[in-house]
């Protein structure tokens, strides 16, 4: 007989779309003996045997014990969808970096020292690495101005300030604390697309609207199609297929004719019908779907399988080294 297979999914405040989505894999799996569930998580040996196949993580980036937990499952040989491990790394001006190498056109991005840090932290001896004062004319004048400063991790547009002056510059960068910044030139767009990616190879360009309410941010009723609509396909895919996300969002502001991505570390992508509109959520919905049944029934493997040193490890552990005489 064979062993039930377990997808589980790990969620935060979302309410729209785990109950489909667990549906809608339950009814796809039934045949193959596949079931999916909200995952419980509770206290996790080291060699716990892996209870599920696949675990698809919208929430670790902000419940710790979660990712740890995500990360010894992996090396038990679970799926993960994001890898934790690399998630955990993924900072945005190594993003832009990425994206200049691989051709894909992003703002003009510094990523800045904080303004802030811990009592533990004395700046005459454990920061004598950093230039103070910063050079800000040196700053700006790559960037220019108006800039756009936002922290190099985290989300959903907070503590994102455009700045229009050096004096809003500073003011802004005094309120940062402790957070690491990245200033970037700012892109005065005259369109706006979003891509919902999935499985690295499905993507689905949407006009978007930040300046919207969160609610009609994405504008449906006007497709995005042609060039636009290639090239945002096009780009979006090389990005996430570097990073490996199977589960991301890609934005691109479009200033004349050219699409700067301005964020793509979003893995675990806003996926909530009354924002994304009934049909990309279905659409949502079909793909995440089938992507982590593929993962369950063994058709595919996670990008991430055997790029991790220890995971060839684990999966043929080296011969012991002979015995010195």
């Not at 690399?86 to 303004?115: H, I, Q, S």
């Not at 689905?204 to 199609?225: D, G, H, K, M």
């Not at 994304?276 to 996670?302: C, H, T």
């Amino acid at each position: 007989m064979a062993q039930k297979k377990v997808i589980g999914l790990l969620v935060g405040r979302e309410n729209t779309f785990p109950g489909p989505f667990l549906e809608m894999v339950n009814q796809k799996g039934a045949a193959d003996g596949i079931t999916a569930e909200l995952a419980v998580l509770g206290g996790t040996e080291e060699l716990d045997a892996p209870y599920h196949s696949v675990l698809v993580d919208r929430i670790s980036h902000e419940v710790p014990y979660y990712r740890a937990h995500l990360k010894s499952a992996v090396l038990m040989g679970t799926t993960v969808i994001n890898d934790p491990f690399w998630w955990e790394a993924d900072e945005k001006f190594f993003e832009c970096t990425l994206a200049r190498k691989l051709g894909v056109a992003v703002p003009k991005t510094v990523v800045l020292p904080n303004k802030q840090y811990i009592p533990e932290i004395d700046h005459r001896s454990s920061l004598r690495n950093l230039q103070f004062p910063l050079d800000w004319d040196h700053i700006v004048s790559y960037t220019g101005l108006p800039a756009v400063l936002k922290p190099n991790t985290g989300g959903g547009w907070k503590d994102v300030f455009i700045v229009q002056s050096m004096e809003e510059l500073i003011t802004a960068y005094d309120q940062t604390g402790l957070k690491t910044m990245i200033l970037q030139e700012f892109i005065d767009w005259d369109d706006y697309v979003r891509c919902i990616c999935v499985g690295r190879e499905n993507i689905l360009p949407i006009r978007y609207n930040p300046r919207a309410p969160f609610e009609q941010r994405y504008q449906t009723s006007q497709p995005v199609e042609g060039r636009l609509r290639d090239q945002a396909i096009k780009d979006a895919r090389t990005l996430v297929d570097a990073l490996g996300y199977d589960m991301d969002t890609v934005e691109f502001a479009v200033k004349d004719g050219v699409l700067y991505a301005i964020d793509f570390l979003n893995p675990a992508p806003d996926f909530d019908n009354f924002s994304i509109q009934e049909d990309n959520f279905r659409w949502v919905l079909e793909k995440m779907s089938d992507l982590v049944l593929s993962y369950a029934r063994g058709e595919a493997s996670p990008p991430w399988r055997n790029e991790h040193r220890w995971w060839n490890y684990v999966a043929k552990p080296p011969a012991p080294n002979p015995v010195q005489a």
